[in-house]
């Protein structure tokens, strides 16, 4: 359990950029402003998710949780799935406007159930 509190700490830290990130890309889409897809923010969210993904899997290692045994985990997997989905549709300028607002909201909602899930860890 010595490597807990830094993988936690990355984890959290990276899920707080993931949204933060993920909001930026969005609002800049709102505002008709679609050149950030020229910048670094094209490719700095993969760097984040991979070390976001990198420390959920340390976590998984080094605590007793387990997807399928923990079903509050596996749910957060599943709202990690649909987020992904969600936020591909949201950011693609391929879809309309309307189909993008919806995906982006969609993603948004999953992103904070599973910050709640991390919070709270039901048992149920």
């Given at each position: 359990m010595e490597w807990?509190?830094?993988?936690?700490?990355?984890?959290?830290l990276a899920a707080a950029l993931t949204a933060l990130l993920f909001m930026t890309r969005i609002g800049l889409d709102a505002a008709?402003?679609?050149g950030w897809r020229e910048?670094?923010?094209r490719f700095l969210p993969?760097?984040?998710?991979?070390?976001?993904?990198?420390?959920?899997?340390g976590l998984v290692i080094v605590t007793?949780?387990?997807?399928?045994?923990?079903?509050?985990?596996?749910?957060k997997v599943l709202l990690l799935i649909g987020y992904?989905?969600?936020?591909l549709v949201a950011?693609?300028?391929?879809?309309?406007?309307?189909?993008?607002?919806?995906?982006?909201a969609a993603a948004l909602g999953q992103?904070?159930?599973?910050f709640a899930l991390a919070l709270h860890k039901p048992a149920f």
């Open positions: 807990y509190a830094g993988l936690k700490m990355i984890h959290m008709g402003k679609p910048t670094p923010l993969h760097i984040n998710d991979t070390a976001l993904l990198v420390a959920a899997i007793p949780w387990m997807p399928f045994v923990h079903h509050w985990l596996t749910l992904i989905a969600a936020g950011l693609k300028p391929k879809f309309s406007r309307k189909t993008r607002i919806l995906a982006a992103l904070v159930l599973m």
